[in-house]
């Protein structure tokens, strides 16, 4: 950030006082502006006993497999966000939608919320982010083609919930990898 949206003036990147980090500060009109994570959303659809997942057709990550998911919007809730990406990846409508992960992964500066839910009919189709999509069972899952390592954590933890017959929340924390 180089002008402030306030005023137009320049913004230096310093401590502003009381602070303990370093911020865009206007230097006219000493307005602060954060920026904070991103929050995405998403949902683990499940249609009697197959997941529905989504190959993508964007990048990151082109060709991939995923859950639907994507950035929260202003003016929704976490659990509308996830019901929006599952119609617009995977052209299903989320139903009884429940709480069921959350990650924190601070080295991209993102929150990820998944909620497990059925979809309407088991009716699902293709949306514009996505090549295909398909429910899966566990054993039909592309574990060497999932997009992100947060889709293979949330995948493995859901089906070792499933088998126990117990959903309980939880929460994560994605670090980033080692260097080699």
Not at 166 to 180: C, D, Y
Request: glycine share 6%.
């Amino acid at each position: 950030m180089k002008f402030c949206p306030e005023c137009g003036n320049h913004v230096a990147y310093t401590v502003p006082p009381g602070d303990d980090r370093e911020r865009h500060v206007c230097s006219q009109c000493d307005v602060i502006h954060y920026h904070n994570p991103k929050v995405i959303v998403g949902c683990i659809p499940e249609h009697e006993g197959r997941v529905l997942m989504c190959k993508r057709a964007i990048e990151p990550r082109y060709g991939y497999w995923t859950l639907p998911a994507g950035f929260m919007e202003n003016q929704e809730t976490s659990a509308e966000g996830a019901a929006r990406e599952t119609r617009e990846e995977a052209a299903a409508e989320a139903t009884e939608l429940a709480l069921y992960r959350v990650f924190d992964v601070p080295h991209i500066n993102q929150v990820y919320i998944f909620y497990r839910c059925g979809i309407v009919n088991g009716q699902y189709g293709v949306g514009p982010e996505s090549l295909e999509s398909d429910l899966l069972s566990e054993q039909q899952i592309p574990w060497d083609e999932l997009a992100f390592p947060v889709v293979r954590e949330l995948l493995q933890a859901f089906f070792k919930d499933r088998h126990e017959g117990t959903f309980p929340v939880r929460h994560s924390i994605i670090r980033r990898p080692p260097r080699a």
